[in-house]
């Protein structure tokens, strides 16, 4: 492909009434990564329906009200997708999702999670998130502070932007 693109990709912010945010954990041979769940946009399909189809493999959520877009990321790194297509990196667009807390239960087996590099899911606090020393990083790294936004003055009437190259 001479000219790489960006994938078009969605996130969705899965928050409960306590604020916590469930993130997943995405190990590369480069580093592990706490993101929001989400993923590639099929071709076709819209924004919600790919939302709506990501929580179900990544975390087993049917049926969730989503609400607004709370930002929009732009990440820049090489990425092979499952149809052998390259891409440059990928444009998400977060939406907020309010829910009950739940125990994650995947719709997508161990071995299809493995496959997306997902190890691991966690309802994170802020107060977590900005207490944790492990190593793993966040993503996008400063989310508590969008998180504290949005916590305490709601959702931004245009998403916030957030530029990252890698």
Known sequence: MSSLRLRP???????DADHHVLMV??????????VL???GIDEGENHMDALHRELLEETGLVGATIGAPVWKRTHHFRLID???????????TVYMVRTERFTPAPSFTEEELRAEN????????LA????Y????????????????????????DVPF???HSS
Do not use: K
């Not at 990709?9 to 928050?15: F, H, N, P, S």
């Open 118 to 125: 997902l190890h691991e899911h966690r309802w994170w606090s």
């Open 25 to 34: 954990r995405l190990v590369f041979p480069h580093g592990a990564f706490w």
């Open 82 to 92: 499952g149809d052998g297509v390259e891409w440059r990196g990928q444009t998400e």
């Open 37 to 39: 769940p989400g993923g």
């Open 161 to 163: 932007e957030i530029e």
């Open 133 to 156: 020393e492990g190593d793993d990083n966040f993503t996008p790294r400063d989310i508590a502070s969008y998180l504290h936004i949005i916590v305490n003055d709601g959702i931004p």
């Open 128 to 131: 977590d998130m900005l207490a």
């Open 9 to 15: 990709a969605i996130r969705g912010l899965v928050m």
